[in-house]
């Protein structure tokens, strides 16, 4: 059989682009891939005070377990919240100055977060503070990444484009969560935390070769109110909140790992296994979904991706989970490739802000929806793992309502 050729489009802009994002996964995937464990190992002092206050009313204290993922539940609420209320506002200044304002604003904001978590490991209560400052990078770096993402790509290279921007990010993850779990192990989370700021700085160098584009656009609540109304939006907004369902268990992925292999070391070392064939699927893919743009590869993948959420309650073992990883991430490459490229496509056009801005606050509310449960579903039923695995089954599922072109009729 013939491999396809991969075409992409090659102007500076996209190379910048290209470079800035690389830099930005590798931060993500050698630091932030572990912060749900650093997170529910992180000793808050006034769960102590809870705890007592429990035993004094003669209730169950709350359990280890319990309060991590409350933790992460909490931490990531808050993020998310912040970036919910902040969207409009991030847009507008977007407008006003420019996306590479936007960017560099984004990659300082990161650098803080960054900071704040290396301060948290003296005084855990950074760790608000810090969480607060990444719910503001995420709209500012975020929205103007995907906008300038689509504004220089063809419509019919969209695929092709994403298609190397993930075999790319593929590498990255390939080697990072190896490299960050034994940095851990060995050296600890400060200095993973400081190799993170020095990356991040990195990727600031390309964030200034980009050009400065005036974004001709009027972003407001009235605006978002109206978009919402609009059932063909909605219906889009359905398919943001099932990738956040799905996105948000894979941020606790890793932590369900943790507990049942022990070592920060083995998480990573496992995953960076299970990626490798995933790194081949990205390369081509991306210009088979320009040529051939059928639904039913699509639709399959995702009934894959939902059948192996529900059999993770099954898997116990470090081979189990190497087999499980490794299928998901084949069927991950073609199915959100083929997703990412439809929602990127639809926002091609004058508005095109607009649409990243308001994608992002769905995502946000999902994301707020979803922490809300984890909490909520921990704390009545002490371990549920499984029910969130079904949540992000019916995630994954959600996905399938996409389409390319809005449809009045829904």
Do not use: C
Not at 35 to 54: E, R, T
Not at 339 to 352: A, N, Q, S
Not at 391 to 409: C, F, N, R, S, Y
Request: aromatic share 18%.
């Amino acid at each position: 059989m013939k491999l396809p050729k991969l075409s992409f489009q090659k102007n500076q802009n996209l190379k910048h682009l290209y470079a800035m994002r690389l830099f930005r996964e590798l931060v993500n995937k050698l630091v932030m891939f572990f912060l749900p464990i650093y997170f529910f190992n992180l000793h808050l002092p006034f769960w102590d005070q809870i705890n007592w206050a429990l035993n004094q009313r003669g209730q169950d204290p709350l359990s280890t377990l319990q309060i991590g993922i409350f933790n992460i539940a909490i931490l990531h609420l808050l993020s998310r919240l912040v970036a919910f209320i902040s969207a409009i506002w991030v847009a507008q200044r977007t407008i006003k100055l420019g996306t590479k304002h936007a960017f560099v604003m984004g990659h300082i904001l990161y650098a803080l977060f960054v900071i704040f978590l290396f301060l948290s490991q003296g005084n855990p209560y950074w760790i608000f503070l810090a969480v607060m400052i990444d719910g503001l990078q995420i709209n500012y770096f975020w929205n103007s990444y995907h906008y300038s993402l689509s504004r220089n790509s063809n419509h019919h290279k969209m695929g092709s484009n994403l298609g190397i921007i993930n075999f790319l990010l593929n590498l990255v993850t390939m080697i990072s969560p190896a490299l960050g779990g034994l940095v851990i192990a060995v050296l600890g989370y400060g200095n993973l935390f400081l190799m993170g700021l020095l990356l991040i700085g990195v990727g600031l160098i390309f964030t200034i070769l980009l050009d400065n584009v005036k974004v001709r656009d009027k972003i407001s609540w009235e605006e978002f109110a109206s978009w919402m109304s609009e059932p063909g939006f909605r219906r889009l907004g359905l398919t943001f909140a099932g990738r956040y369902f799905n996105d948000g268990m894979l941020n606790l992925w890793p932590l369900y790992i943790f507990i049942l292999l022990g070592t920060s070391a083995k998480v990573g070392l496992l995953y960076s296994f299970s990626l490798l064939m995933a790194m081949g699927i990205s390369y081509f893919v991306g210009a088979i979904i320009d040529k051939r743009q059928s639904r039913k590869p699509f639709m399959m993948s995702a009934s894959i991706l939902s059948f192996f959420w529900i059999i993770r309650s099954f898997v116990v073992g470090f081979w189990s989970i190497v087999v499980v990883n490794t299928l998901d991430r084949v069927a991950s490459s073609f199915h959100w490739l083929f997703f990412d490229r439809v929602w990127m496509v639809r926002g091609k056009g004058r508005e095109g802000l607009s649409y990243f801005t308001y994608r992002q606050m769905i995502s946000s509310v999902a994301a707020i929806v979803f922490w809300s449960l984890v909490f909520f579903l921990f704390y009545f039923f002490g371990n549920a793992w499984t029910s969130l695995f079904v949540i992000a089954a019916v995630g994954v599922l959600l996905t399938l309502l996409v389409k390319e072109h809005q449809d009045p009729k829904f």
